[in-house]
């Protein structure tokens, strides 16, 4: 399943050349990631509550259409479960025209924040503190 969250592009967020600054896609891409936790039932009170939290490990931006201030886009989520202690997000910034604007793939796990150490299997994880583990893509 594919989350997606709206997102209009502010004055602030540019750079001299009155575009958006490369940096404000990877905010936009973590606000999608804590808006999805939050759909889920997973707020980050609840997070911090149980001792654990997601982590990213890893982030790839490939930018293809610079934005504007005004301009409307969605940035989607979409989970890929590994083996192991990590995970993938891969994510569209994309201008409601359809043009993509950005791609972001995130590698992250989730941490046990007493051990400091990464949990052997995330999507478990996701799927026990999950009111809808279906937005994660679990069954």
């Not at 209009?8 to 891409?29: F, K, P």
Request: aromatic share 8%; with cysteine.
């Amino acid at each position: 399943m594919t989350f997606s969250v709206p997102i209009t592009v502010r004055g602030y967020e540019l750079d001299s050349l009155g575009h958006v600054n490369q940096a404000v896609y990877l905010q936009y891409a973590e606000h999608a990631r804590w808006e999805l936790l939050r759909a889920a039932g997973v707020g980050q009170d609840k997070l911090l509550s149980t001792g654990f939290a997601p982590v990213v490990l890893e982030n790839n931006i490939k930018y293809q259409r610079e934005l504007r201030a005004g301009d409307e886009v969605t940035v989607t989520c979409a989970f890929e479960w590994t083996q192991g202690k990590t995970f993938r997000m891969h994510q569209e910034i994309r201008k409601l025209d359809g043009a993509i604007s950005a791609v972001v793939t995130v590698t992250g796990g989730v941490m046990d924040l007493t051990a400091r150490k990464l949990v052997a299997d995330p999507g478990a994880r996701f799927r026990a503190l999950s009111e809808r583990p279906e937005l994660f893509g679990l069954q």
